[in-house]
T-cell receptor
Framework: NAGVTQTPKFRVLKTGQSMTLLCAQD?????MYWYRQDPGMGLRLIHY???????AKGEVPDGYNVSRLKKQNFLLGLESAAPSQTSVYFC??????????FGPGTRLLVL | QKEVEQDPGPLSVPEGAIVSLNCTYS??????FMWYRQYSRKGPELLMY????GNKEDGRFTAQVDKSSKYISLFIRDSQPSDSATYLC???????????????FGTGTQLKVEL
């Protein structure tokens, strides 16, 4: 039981490049989330999903897109990366109970 | 005003000290309260979870919620160097169908326990 895994662990992009971050969970959780964590800002919700095929905007959705084609996977896309998207990205999942379980994070640097 | 306020620290204490970490929140509708611990370069991990007011104890850790003053606390007894981490409080509304079960996090308090 791997829990929540994230790919890649670290990535460097140039401004304007695109990439996709992959989150996978093997706990059969319905709810999945993408957060970004920046110094002094805490964890901020980007997008979330309440089930396969559904997505919704969080607190800071601009510049990001997501897809949940399979229940176990939640993808976060950056179509045209900007330096302001330099951050640590965390994925989380839950059954719909009140706690969330987090992945190890992806460090993204946009030059 | 942020929904959840948390002193960022850093907080430095000697080994064996009692540590008190605190958060305040603004929305009286919050009913679920959590503390997460995050080691450097790792993801947050759930430490304590409480519902409504009261205390919950787990080993050296005690979580306390005072809904009347909208104040949540985490106490760590006999603190150890391995407790050095960032502690994040989080709150959640009562479960709402279709509401996404979203959490609101404090910014985290960095704790260092020194030998």
């Amino acid at each position: 039981n791997a829990g929540v895994t994230q790919t890649p662990k670290f990535r460097v992009l140039k401004t304007g490049q695109s990439m996709t971050l992959l989150c996978a969970q093997d706990m059969n959780h319905e709810y999945m989330y993408w957060y970004r964590q920046d110094p002094g800002m805490g964890l901020r919700l980007i997008h979330y999903s309440v089930g396969e095929g559904t997505t919704a905007k969080g607190e800071v959705p601009d510049g990001y897109n997501v897809s949940r084609l399979k229940k176990q996977n939640f993808l976060l896309g950056l179509e045209s990366a900007a330096p302001s998207q330099t951050s640590v990205y965390f994925c989380a999942s839950t059954t719909g109970a009140e706690t969330q379980y987090f992945g190890p994070g992806t460090r993204l640097l946009v030059l | 005003q942020k929904e959840v306020e948390q002193d960022p620290g850093p907080l430095s204490v000697p080994e064996g000290a009692i540590v008190s970490l605190n958060c305040t929140y603004s929305n009286s509708a919050f009913q679920y309260f959590m503390w997460y611990r995050q080691y450097s370069r790792k993801g947050p991990e759930l430490l304590m979870y409480t519902y409504s007011s009261g205390n919950k104890e787990d080993g050296r850790f005690t979580a306390q919620v005072d809904k009347s003053s909208k104040y949540i606390s985490l106490f760590i007894r006999d603190s150890q160097p391995s407790d050095s981490a960032t502690y994040l409080c989080a709150v959640n509304l009562a479960k709402v169908t279709g509401g996404g079960n979203k959490l609101t996090f404090g910014t985290g308090t960095q704790l260092k326990v020194e030998l």
